[in-house]
């Protein structure tokens, strides 16, 4: 989920187009246009695009090479 | 605002079909490979993208004590139940408790005879409408792992900060290191590696899965949800078994930092402490449960006396079994006949978590357990 805006230890985050209101306690720091994951009403962890990136080049390389004979 | 492909990607089919094929290579040097999904998100995953099929005839995937809802004993829902029925009381829980068949009867019964049992999306919820009604006690069903239990912690300090006297916690939290301690020494299983959860380690971290690896010599790799992640967590524990190595990997980089959710980890015990605690399927296990610390004692439900009925056990019911990864859904006998999503007999066909619900509504045949 998208986190739109904060207020307090409450945020608005929109998923599949619809705003729902989360907890962000657990992620104080959260911005507005960070993603989260939801679990049970609140944020529990931001995501990383930069690691969710990385981890999809390394799987493309991984599908396209042979293994290496052991 | 860009648009970052968290999800569509990671089902993308042309990397899920290059994985397969390495997943293929990989497996043939082995006699076998077992593995288990130990979380019912995974397990809902493997089934909804048809994983199983895809996988080598000689690598299995065992389903694990991962749901919430499935390990929590009848005699705790038999409670929610009695205090459901006392006035002037109000019952707040997860949508999944609701059907979950306890000794002779269920919150959704409950409700439909009169009692004040309400849906909430998160514990927030449950403090906010304790907060508008403060003449009526709120007692919130405290089911989940690691990856709840902090929002319920949250929610109890929330309420006490805003001077909330009427929300109450009945805690049935569990943690995930205790149960995987016993499941990795079954010998029945004969594991070869743990699939561990995402969300669950997006709050622990890495480090809690290290006394499996080094101690009792099985790998663990934490993976996401979508289909690429699920096989690229399959994979790395084939490179594991085949290198005859056993440690904690991480392929689920994007959610899960090594050190956790520091913030949730604070909070957590703050709130809580660690209690011997009763699972459906695996017993009484040492420290596995959470309770309130005596500094929040008065959130704690416990206080409550109310007269429970005596434990009954749907007859027939495999749900113990299939929590340890023992039996699949399919070896139960009541599995599909007796027992289904509109008529269930044990929580494991009830939570959108659980391991029959997931095999009944995706019915794929799995891969025998022996």
């Not at chain 2, 999904?37 to 005839?57: A, D, F, N, Q, W």
Request: net charge neutral.
């Amino acid at each position: 989920m998208q986190v739109l805006r904060v207020s307090d230890d409450r945020a608005i985050a929109m998923v599949d187009g619809v705003e729902r209101e989360i907890g962000t306690a657990l992620v104080p720091d959260v911005q507005p246009g960070e993603y989260v994951i939801v679990h049970a009403g609140f944020a529990i962890q931001k995501l990383s695009a930069q690691e969710a990136q990385e981890t999809l080049s390394m799987l493309q390389l991984l599908s396209e090479e042979p293994l290496e004979p052991r | 605002m860009k648009n970052i492909p968290f999800i569509s990607a990671f089902r993308d089919p042309a990397p899920v079909r290059g994985l397969v094929a390495r997943i293929h290579e990989q497996a043939k040097p082995l006699a076998k490979a077992t593995f288990m999904e130990v979380c019912g998100t995974h397990t809902m995953s493997l089934y909804r993208h048809g994983i199983r099929s895809l996988l080598p005839k000689h690598v299995k995937m065992l389903s694990g004590p991962g749901c919430p809802v499935c390990v929590t004993p009848h005699a705790y829902l038999d409670r929610a139940i009695a205090l459901s029925r006392q006035p002037g009381f109000v019952i707040t829980t997860f949508g999944d408790m609701m059907r979950v068949p306890g000794s002779t009867s269920s919150l959704q019964r409950e409700r439909a005879k009169g009692a004040d049992i309400r849906v909430v999306y998160s514990t927030l919820d449950a403090v906010d409408m304790a907060e508008r009604e403060p003449n009526r006690s709120f007692v919130f069903l405290g089911v989940g792992f690691e990856t709840t239990s902090p929002t319920i912690a949250a929610a109890v300090v929330s309420a006490q900060h805003r001077g909330i006297k009427n929300f109450f916690i009945a805690s049935a939290a569990k943690r995930v290191a205790p149960a995987l301690d016993v499941i990795v020494q079954d010998e029945r299983l004969q594991l070869d590696g743990l699939l561990c959860p995402g969300h669950v380690s997006a709050i622990l971290g890495t480090s809690v899965y290290e006394p499996l690896a080094n101690d009792h010599g099985v790998p663990c790799v934490i993976a996401g949800f979508e289909a690429l992640d699920v096989l690229q967590g399959i994979s790395m524990l084939l490179e594991q078994v085949v290198d005859r190595q056993a440690k904690v990997q991480n392929a689920y980089r994007r959610a899960v930092e090594p050190q956790g959710n520091r913030v949730a980890l604070a909070l957590l015990d703050r709130v809580f402490e660690p209690v011997d605690s009763t699972w459906r399927g695996l017993g009484s296990l040492p420290a596995s449960g959470l309770r309130l610390r005596s500094a929040f004692r008065d959130f704690d439900a416990d206080r409550f006396e109310v007269e429970v009925e005596p434990t009954r056990e749907p007859r027939g019911c495999a749900c113990g079994d299939i929590l340890r990864g023992i039996l699949t859904p399919f070896e139960c006998k009541l599995f599909g006949t007796v027992c289904t999503p509109d008529s269930p007999q044990g929580a494991c066909m009830v939570s959108s978590e659980g391991t029959c619900a997931a095999a009944f509504r995706y019915g794929q045949t799995p891969a025998p357990t022996s």
